[in-house]
């Protein structure tokens, strides 16, 4: 079982950086590919980034590309997102996930591919 927890949302100008941050509990994490996906008001969810569990590999939406960075650290638990030049059009519900893997370079883009989930952390970008 994993448990995840994301923090770090917030209101932030056009322009402006946030850093996502997402806790995990349980000791499968440093075998767990990470994901973080989004969703804005009434739309669906949609992939935004994913790292392997080794740090190997990593992936990314085209929208987000260049702006957006995904780290984990496996000693503290913790994967994060680093969000810079953010844009109105970023504004949603961040989800980070875990994706149970125990093999290096896997990643994974797709919702269906995750096992857990965290409650989401909102970022609210004003233009």
């Known amino acids: 079982q994993v448990q995840l927890v994301e923090s770090g949302g917030g209101l932030v100008q056009a322009g402006g950086s946030l850093r996502l941050s997402c806790a995990a509990s349980?000791?499968?994490?440093?075998?767990?590919?990470m994901g973080w996906f989004r969703q804005p008001l009434g739309k669906e969810r949609e992939f935004v980034a994913t790292?392997?569990?080794?740090?190997?590999?990593?992936a990314y939406a085209d929208f987000v590309k260049g702006r957006f960075t995904i780290s984990r650290d496996n000693a503290q638990n913790t994967a994060y997102l680093q969000m810079n030049n953010l844009k109105p059009e970023d504004t949603a519900v961040y989800y980070c996930?875990?994706?149970?893997?125990?093999?290096?370079?896997?990643?994974?883009?797709?919702?269906?591919?995750?096992?857990?989930w965290g409650q989401g952390t909102q970022v609210t970008v004003s233009s």
């Open positions: 349980g000791r499968t994490f440093s075998s767990s590919a």
């Open positions: 996930a875990a994706r149970i893997t125990f093999v290096g370079n896997v990643v994974g883009t797709t919702a269906s591919q995750y096992h857990y």
């Open positions: 790292i392997s569990w080794n740090g190997g590999s990593t």
